[in-house]
């Protein structure tokens, strides 16, 4: 069989098993997810998924969400002219109507090919943009491609083969995980930090003095409704509005994915003050929700402990390689022992006149966000 285009808009019609293969190592692609979000989001989720078939099954996909010209707000707008997007948008500035590729929660790339030699990989994947770039041009459409990261060359590669604009946006972190225990964990810190590793002892012995233990959870429904309210607490607190997700979500969740879905509790003299939920595919953790009460707070490193020392401290022994933790609070993080990359948006605008002007803002926000994040 040739390979075609299959463009799919209802999660439930992706073939499961295949799905989960090709997204192994994505926590966020993870069809679990895709599922509970998609029945508890607030408002309806416009995702499509571009896929390239051919006689093996999926070759490679590509999930996005449809961004209309009457759209009150867009992911790409805000990203390219932060808290000028509405002014950007009355001078006729704005990418909509756009094919926004990235995952429904967070701003990670949402491109996966199947495991092949690099050559047949770019292969692939320059097909199905073939096939995206076609299908856009007739729905007149721009394209963009959201997180796109430093050591995913090959996307960044073909990309930028096919014309695409590019800029940077906020990095993410990660924790690469190449120790066994706490003491691993702590040497590792020590490797380029000697503060970093005297707090991290510090902070933990302060925790434990201040009565706060923290364990893994067997997952129930019971429990991710608890995160959730907790965690619907400190979102709110955050960015004074409910998360996208209505509170069937995270309970939905657990249930699909059972022992995948990693949950952690702070205890304070036995009393629940914070937890952590986190997706698992394969030896990735993306460390997605984080709770906590938000009255009378005492300075315990608490957050510290639960959201960094301990996931470090038991990763190998729950089958953990890397963490995933996100584009926020990046010094912290790095502090912590994180690895910072950068992330990429790539975008392509419908019409040619736009594209020679929107090349001219892309080299401008480039140096500004370099200069930005130095």
């Not at 925790?207 to 400190?234: F, M, Q």
């Not at 698992?280 to 009460?293: F, I, K, L, N, P």
């Not at 390689?321 to 392509?348: E, M, N, P, V, W």
């Amino acid at each position: 069989m040739p390979e075609r285009l299959r463009i799919e808009s209802d999660i439930e019609q992706l073939p499961a098993a295949e799905w989960q293969r090709l997204a192994s190592g994505h926590p966020a692609l993870r069809l679990e997810l895709l599922k509970a979000l998609a029945a508890t989001a607030r408002t309806v989720l416009p995702l499509r998924i571009f896929m390239l078939e051919d006689e093996s099954g999926i070759a490679a996909a590509a999930l996005c969400e449809t961004v209309a010209s009457n759209e009150t707000n867009s992911a790409l707008d805000a990203l390219l002219f932060g808290r000028a997007a509405a002014a950007a948008t009355r001078l006729g500035a704005s990418s909509r109507p756009t094919l926004l590729f990235r995952t429904p929660v967070g701003t990670e790339s949402a491109v996966v090919v199947r495991p092949a030699d690099s050559a047949e990989q770019r292969r692939i994947l320059s097909r199905l943009l073939d096939a995206i770039e076609l299908h856009a041009a007739q729905q007149r459409l721009g394209i963009a491609f959201i997180g796109v990261l430093e050591d995913d060359s090959l996307l960044g590669n073909v990309l930028a083969a096919h014309h695409f604009l590019a800029t940077d946006i906020h990095p993410h972190a990660r924790l690469l995980i190449e120790w066994t225990d706490f003491d691993g964990y702590v040497e590792h810190l020590r490797g380029f930090s000697q503060n970093s590793a005297r707090n991290a002892r510090r902070e933990r012995i302060r925790n434990h003095r201040s009565g706060v233990s923290i364990r893994h959870l067997p997952c129930t429904a019971a429990d991710a409704e608890a995160l959730y309210r907790l965690a619907r607490d400190h979102y709110r607190h955050k960015n004074g509005v409910d998360p996208q997700f209505e509170p069937e979500f995270l309970p939905r969740l657990a249930t699909l994915l059972g022992d995948e879905f990693l949950l952690f509790e702070a205890l304070r003299e036995g009393r629940r003050v914070g937890m952590l939920g986190a997706v698992r595919s394969g030896s990735v953790g993306w460390m997605a929700w984080y709770g906590t009460e938000l009255i009378d707070r005492p300075n315990d490193f608490t957050y510290a402990n639960l959201v960094f020392y301990h996931p470090a401290e038991v990763a190998t022994r729950l089958g953990l390689k890397t963490l995933l933790y996100g584009t926020h609070a990046l010094d912290a993080k790095r502090r912590r022992g994180c690895q910072i990359q950068r992330s990429r948006l790539f975008y392509r605008p419908h019409r040619p006149l736009t594209r020679f002007v929107a090349g001219a803002y892309f080299f401008l926000h480039r140096a500004w966000f370099r200069r930005k994040i130095r």
